[in-house]
């Protein structure tokens, strides 16, 4: 889960500051800094934040995260809310001024006393972690709920992923949804993959893809990479639409560039297998390695496939088993079963009936019915201390286990 503190672009009507709104609604950036420069300098509490703001985010002058502490203080001091969260925002990242949760919990804090929404979310977000105040889940949940009340769309999200996740309460998949939906109706992206999701799944909602396809369509709209990802695989397996792989394989493809492994994986898959694409196993094994350079587990197992095999890399044994290594070590159930072969028969490394062993046993736990025979196989070559030395192996394997990727539809080599 990825919690985000919230700037906020507070719209005013005063007199004071009209001057440059008109010019601002018009894109003419440059005449509301002009505008609202003298009003700020005079005094004006609402200019200073405008002109805070411009600074900023780079409207109508240079950014310079400097001139926004600046200006965002001097309001900041007046009492001014939305300049109190933007600077304790400033404060929270380092940006401008030298990072310090304790200036930013002052300024959320004395936002938030006056019933600022976003102020109330981000320093609820800081009680979620204990960030300079003490961890307490109870207060984040307040302060979240005041937010989310108040129609803080990243409080909803938050509180959604508090429940969804079962963070200090009891998993509450229906009270997600709620929050989720409220935030999704705002524009909120990741509120929107997840409620795409759940529909999905049927997880606090009933299951209903058309549903599912309609918020993760919205979430795509907005670059997200798991929600353009979802989309594709179900046009690559016919739920909810459809089937129509050259449908799915573009939706991978934008997944894939940006960043999301998973979508590599499936890509590269795509091209070795000429579905929805031309086939072209040199792109395919570029796009598998994409993947497998970011730690995906099944990508890995794949490129090992692919150098033992030479389909679209050059053929490279010690390079398989390098792979095949790295998807064993992150659990995945085929690859431990096939680098115990591996050690056993000395293909891309050396003979090691202990580290075969230890490998088909990992893989015999997860339920390979091959592993178990192998194993019961490879066990009449050993001693006791042999075996009693590969159990050792499993154990502290067990120990530092780290769990395989999140459950999540992938396509497998065919």
């Known amino acids: 889960m990825v919690l985000g503190a919230c700037a906020t672009l507070t719209l ?9 709104w008109k010019a601002f609604h018009e894109g003419d950036y440059v005449t509301a800094v002009q505008e609202w420069t003298p ?26 995260a400097s001139q926004a502490v ?34 930013a919990a002052h300024w959320y804090e004395m936002a938030a006393g006056q019933g600022f929404a976003s102020a109330q979310s981000n320093l609820g977000v800081m009680y979620l972690f204990g960030q300079f105040v003490e961890r307490d889940l109870d207060k984040a949940c307040t302060l979240l709920g005041e937010a989310a009340q108040g129609g803080e769309r990243n409080a909803q999200w938050i509180l959604g992923s508090i429940h969804y996740e079962g963070i200090g309460v009891q998993q509450d998949m229906a009270e997600a949804a709620k929050w989720y939906t409220l935030a999704s109706e705002q524009g909120q992206a990741s509120a929107q993959h997840r409620m795409g999701l759940m529909y999905y799944r049927g997880q606090g909602v009933r299951k209903d893809t058309g549903k599912a396809l309609e918020y993760l369509r ?45 979508a590599c994986c499936n ?64 659990g995945l159930v085929a690859a431990q079963a096939k680098l115990g072969l591996l050690y056993e028969y000395g ?51 067990k120990s530092r286990q780290q769990s395989v990727e999140a459950e999540i539809p992938v396509r497998g080599m065919r």
């Open 347 to 397: 293909r891309g490394v050396g003979s090691d009936f202990v580290s075969a062993y230890k490998w088909y046993t990992l893989a015999m736990d997860q339920g390979s019915s091959n592993a178990k025979f192998d194993r019961e196989r490879l066990a009449k070559k050993l001693t006791k201390a042999q075996i009693q030395s590969a159990l050792q192996g499993v154990q502290s394997w």
């Open 12 to 20: 005013f009507a005063c007199a004071t500051t009209q001057g440059g």
């Open 70 to 103: 600046q200006w965002y203080t001097l309001a900041a001091e007046q009492g001014l809310p939305a300049a109190q969260n933007n600077l304790g925002l400033l404060y929270y990242e380092g940006y401008g001024v030298e990072q310090s949760y304790e200036e």
């Open 267 to 330: 890509l590269g898959l795509m091209y070795l297998e000429g579905e929805g694409v031309s086939r072209d196993e040199v792109l395919g094994a570029k796009w598998l390695l994409r993947a497998a350079d970011q730690g995906f587990a099944l990508a890995q197992y794949n490129m090992a496939l692919l150098y033992a095999s030479g389909r679209g890399v050059d053929q490279n044994r010690g390079q398989s088993a390098n792979w095949m290594e790295r998807a064993a070590e992150q």
């Open 39 to 64: 009003v700020a300098r005079s005094g004006d509490a609402e200019a200073q934040y405008l002109l805070g703001l411009m600074y900023d985010e780079g409207r109508g002058v240079a950014r310079d």
């Open 218 to 262: 919205q979430a795509a709209a907005q670059d997200v990479p798991e929600a353009e990802y979802l989309i594709g695989w179900m046009y690559d397996s016919g739920e909810g639409v459809s089937q129509d792989r050259t449908q799915a394989s573009e939706w991978f493809r934008r997944s894939a560039e940006n960043g999301f492994a998973p």
